[in-house]
Structures are given as structure tokens and as C-alpha cells.
């Protein structure tokens, strides 16, 4: 159950992980490649806004899951950065099939999510589910907790 006196990383400490380091040059190289998307095709525009959006969020999300050590908060926003990876991906392949000019970045922006998938797994392995307090939407409850369950405080 939730602890009061749990410990909080401070923003320099976040800044350091392995992981946010890599969301953060996914989300350099995503705005890399949305600066020479040509914005007078309006379909392929579109995917500049799409890939400064999603990739912003990867590394909000690790700081904001990381500030708070609540097993459902830090779930949450794991779930929010796999999804912004996720269509990170969908959109290189739709740049590509769009006939994107520089297809070579588009290879390396997939090769850095790919190791940025790596060290996401091992970080939500690393999750303590018993620090929790109950999530009553019952999406991120540690085994044998449902969202109806009574506190323990």
C-alpha cells in the first residue's frame, strides 16, 4: 500500500536515466524530421505536428511517472509513452509509403525507439505494484486488488 515517506527522484535524477536520455533523442530526431517534412502537401504535413506532439510526451510522461513511485500513476504513464512510441513507428511507415526524401532518418528514428523499447521494458519491470493506492478505474491494479476493494488506511 501507499507510503507517505516514499521517495521522489529529483529532476536532474530523471534527466540522467538511460531511458530518458533515449526519449529525449527520439524526440530530437522526430523534430529533426518533422523540420524537413514539406508542409505544401497537406497529408504529409500533418505528420510534422504528429511527430513533435507524440515524442514530447515520451519524455514528460517518464519524468511525470518517475515523480510520483504510485504503481497505477507510473502504469499510466507507461501506457500514454508506449502509445506515443508506438504511433512514432506508424508514422515512419507512413512517411515512407508517402515517399518521405529522407528515408535514412526515418531508419534511424525507428533504430532509437527500438532501444528505447529495451529499456522501457526493463524500467516498468522494475515498477513496485505494492506501492499503490487502489485504482478505482481498475485498469492498473496489482494482482488480487479490484477496483471495488475496501482501503487498508
Not at 56 to 65: M, S
Not at 80 to 89: E, N, P, S
Not at 135 to 152: Q, V
Request: glycine share 6%; aromatic share 14%; net charge negative.
Amino acid at each position: 500500500m501507499y507510503n507517505d515517506e516514499d521517495d521522489f527522484k529529483s529532476q536532474d535524477e530523471i534527466q540522467k536515466m538511460p531511458l530518458y536520455q533515449k526519449g529525449w533523442e527520439i524526440m530530437i530526431l522526430s523534430k529533426k524530421i518533422a523540420e524537413i517534412i514539406p508542409r505544401d502537401e497537406e497529408l504529409i504535413g500533418s505528420y510534422a505536428h504528429y511527430l513533435t506532439v507524440d515524442s514530447g510526451l515520451i519524455c514528460a510522461k517518464i519524468a511525470g511517472a518517475e515523480a510520483g513511485d504510485l504503481y497505477d500513476l507510473r502504469m499510466e504513464n507507461a501506457a500514454i509513452i508506449r502509445k506515443a512510441a508506438r504511433d512514432l513507428l506508424t508514422y515512419t511507415s507512413a512517411l515512407k509509403a508517402f515517399g518521405f526524401s529522407e528515408p535514412e532518418y526515418l531508419d534511424l528514428l525507428r533504430n532509437a525507439i527500438e532501444e528505447f523499447r529495451i529499456l522501457f521494458a526493463k524500467w516498468v519491470a522494475g515498477f513496485d505494484q505494492w506501492n499503490y493506492i487502489i485504482d478505482r478505474w481498475g485498469l492498473f491494479n496489482p494482482p488480487g486488488i479490484n477496483y471495488d476493494d475496501k482501503n487498508d488506511i
